[in-house]
C-alpha cells in the first residue's frame, strides 16, 4: 500500500511563510514526479509545482518567487517553502506521485497515489 503524508499546513498572516512536507512510503520501486497541487473553495484542483526524479522543477506563473519544491536524496519526500503568502493561496495543498510500484498481484505497474491533504489558510 503506497502512502503519501503531507504536513506543514496551518494558519498564516499574510506574507508570512509556510513549509509542506510529503513523505512517501510502500513499495514503491520509483517515484518518476512527486508534485503539489492545490484546491480552492469552489475552484478545481491546481498544479503548483513538480519535482522530477532527473531534479528538474518547475513552478506555476501564479506562485512563481515564492514557492520552491525541493525534492531530499532518498527522492520520496518532497517539500514546498512557500514564502510571502497570500490570503488567495489559501487552499487544500495535496502531494501526488506517479510512478512505478511492485505488488505481488501485478509486478510492477505504474500508478499515480494521493496524499489526503493539508491545510493551508493564510489571513489578511
Known amino acids: 500500500q503506497v502512502q503519501l503524508v503531507e504536513s506543514g499546513g496551518g494558519l498564516v498572516q499574510a506574507g508570512g511563510s509556510l513549509r509542506l512536507s510529503c513523505a512517501a512510503s510502500?513499495?514503491?520501486?520509483?517515484?518518476?514526479?512527486l508534485n503539489w497541487y492545490r484546491q480552492a473553495p469552489g475552484k478545481e484542483r491546481e498544479l503548483v509545482a513538480v519535482?522530477?526524479?532527473?531534479?528538474?522543477?518547475n513552478i506555476t506563473d501564479s506562485v512563481k518567487g515564492r514557492f520552491t519544491i525541493r525534492r531530499d536524496r532518498s527522492w520520496r519526500t518532497v517539500y514546498l517553502q512557500m514564502n510571502s503568502l497570500k490570503p488567495d493561496d489559501t487552499a487544500v495543498y495535496y502531494c501526488?506521485?506517479?510512478?512505478?510500484?511492485?505488488?505481488?498481484?501485478?509486478?510492477?505497474?505504474?500508478?499515480?497515489?494521493w496524499g489526503q491533504g493539508t491545510q493551508v489558510t493564510v489571513s489578511p
Open positions: 519535482s522530477s526524479i532527473g531534479g528538474t522543477t
Open positions: 501526488k506521485a506517479e510512478g512505478i510500484i511492485y505488488t505481488s498481484d501485478t509486478g510492477p505497474r505504474s500508478g499515480d497515489f
Open positions: 510502500g513499495p514503491i520501486l520509483s517515484i518518476n514526479f
